[in-house]
């Protein structure tokens, strides 16, 4: 299981926002979802979570395990 709590791309009123899971606020906000990813994905290396990027209807496209993952993927994306 992840060491922190993971990190949510989302979309917002002004762009892309990261959040984290269980937060009420978002911790940034960008103009583009690749810019929101690349954040989300330093903040979870940091902190050994799973980054969760969202569409913009809010349904999940993808998630990226980046702590000490018990059931690590099958696929190979990279």
Do not use: L
Not at 51 to 67: A, E, K, L, N
């Amino acid at each position: 299981m992840p060491k922190g709590k993971n990190q949510h791309v989302v979309p917002h009123q002004t762009g892309w926002a990261v959040e984290r899971e269980g937060a009420s606020k978002a911790t940034q906000v960008f103009a583009t979802q690749q810019k929101a990813i690349d954040r989300a994905r330093e903040i979870a290396q940091n902190q050994q979570s799973e980054v969760v990027i969202h569409r913009q209807d809010g349904t999940i496209r993808d998630r990226d395990s980046y702590g000490n993952d018990p059931c690590p993927a099958k696929d190979r994306k990279y």
